[in-house]
């Protein structure tokens, strides 16, 4: 079975995350920012990766601690779940419907992290997620588990809906990448990635 753990603590937040490659996509997530937690638990149901998330953060600042370091976590056990990435699809794109809102994410698990973020908001915030912090979130989440994601919304005006298919649409993308193949090769013509 592929799985990450990762326990990080700094003065800032404590984080606590397992995910299991198992296709099942079991989410467990309690960051302490509701909307968050909306947007994880779509993250793991739709990329079906089990996930369990707890995280205590210094939620008195705001939430951009909490979140960033969190996408670090989340990175890294990914990154450790998938190993060398060996024996991968490798690449994945998904193009995601909410309603108005319409979000493509294409992603490539090379080792080579990399974020491409093209998605304005119109607000500030939903509820106590501030939306600005969607980019932070999915930059430490691509350079620490060493992918290149681009994340493009291609139209929308609603920002819940917006928010909501950027985070489904990398879920769609990684559920995807993350597949094995067929002979546990490396899809590279390096031959390693
Ligand atoms: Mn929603």
Known sequence: MRTGTIERETKET?????????GKGRADIDTG????????TALSVHSGISMT???????????HHTIEDTGIALG????????????????????IPMDESLAMASLDLSNRPFLVFNCDFTNQSCGDYDLCMTEEFFRAFAFNSGMTLHINLLYGSNDHHKAEAVYKAVAHALKTAVTEN????????????
């Open 76 to 95: 890294a056990a990914l990154g450790q779940a998938l190993g060398t990435k060996a024996g991968i699809v490798r690449y994945g794109t998904a193009y």
């Open 33 to 40: 920012i509701g909307f968050f937690d909306h947007m994880l």
């Open 53 to 63: 998330v707890k995280v205590k953060g210094d939620l008195h600042v705001d939430c």
């Open 182 to 193: 067929s002979d546990g090769s490396t899809l590279s013509t390096k031959g390693v990635l």
């Open 14 to 22: 404590q984080i606590k995350i397992n995910v299991v490659l198992d």
